[in-house]
């Protein structure tokens, strides 16, 4: 099992790009971009963040991939 997050499709939901995203959240558009890439995982304090900034759940933000 693998933690994914579901950043991508929350910034299509707010009809931002990358950068307008990541001004959003607080954070440089090169650490969001490897958040939404899954090239790494934002860290339990940032997606509780990110899940009030969302006003989302945390289980909206990241999920387990079962599949791998």
Known sequence: ?????????????????????????????????????QATQPSLEWILKIAQKLNKQVEDIVYLDEAE
């Open 1 to 37: 099992m693998t933690v994914k997050n579901n950043l991508k499709d929350l910034r299509y939901e707010h009809k931002m790009n990358q950068i307008e995203f990541a001004a959003h959240l607080n954070v440089n558009r090169q650490l969001y971009n490897r958040w939404e890439n």
